[in-house]
């Protein structure tokens, strides 16, 4: 009734906003401490590969949770918007580099991967007066299966069964296909909305 004080819980919106922006945060600040731990030791000693291991299923998981928890509350910031993507991209990249430069993953993989995300970030650049172009199918499917491969890879596994470096395998083949594949539809969405709609002023 009016004049009588609300008893509908309040939501911290701003709080949660906040969260989602620190989470990021933190995701960037992790990047030099797994990659810190990946190169202790040569590169190779287990433990210090299980700690970098556990650092980056860290971050993949604050990736798994900001963006969701600034879309639930209608809080997305420009901070958030801006750093996400270079987070994730830092991420990955930092990550495909350090296991090529140990030796662990051949450098066509980690090209592949970093030419692709390189060239879908540049591409959006260069359709926004067209509008913002929707991430291609399966973009998702892709940033996981690329998480969970670079994860196992990450894993000492010289010190393991042979069946978990072929595991390994598997997935990381399955995360470039789904690279390539996903890269190209982005491109052909990107192609076809942008000859669809009129340039933005």
């Known amino acids: 009734m009016p004049g009588q004080p609300s008893t509908d819980p309040v939501v911290p919106r701003a709080r949660v906003a906040n969260l989602a922006n620190v989470l990021t945060g933190v995701r960037l600040v992790l990047v030099p401490v797994f990659l810190v731990l990946l190169f202790v030791d040569g590169g190779h000693e287990t433990g210090w590969r299980l700690a970098a291991f556990a650092v980056f299923a860290v971050a993949v998981i604050t990736d798994r949770f900001d963006g969701a928890l600034a879309r639930s509350y209608g809080m997305v910031t420009e901070f958030g918007t801006l750093a996400d993507p270079i987070a994730d991209k830092l991420l990955i990249g930092s990550a495909l580099i350090g296991?090529?430069?140990?030796?662990?993953?051949?450098?066509?993989?980690?090209?592949?991967?970093?030419?692709?995300?390189?060239g879908i970030t540049v591409l959006r650049f260069a359709v926004l007066r067209h509008g913002v172009i929707p991430a291609s199918r399966g973009g998702k499917l892709k940033t996981l299966v690329q998480a969970v491969a670079i994860g196992l890879f990450i894993l000492p596994l010289q010190a393991w069964p042979d069946i978990w470096l072929t595991v390994a395998w598997v997935i990381m083949w399955a995360a470039v296909v789904l690279t390539v594949l996903t890269g190209a539809d982005y491109v052909i969405s990107a192609i076809r909305d942008s000859r669809g709609r009129p340039a933005r002023n």
Do not use: C, F, H, N
Not at 105 to 118: D, F, H, K, N, Q
């Open 99 to 118: 296991l090529s430069m140990l030796g662990d993953l051949p450098w066509w993989v980690t090209v592949v991967i970093l030419a692709r995300e390189i």
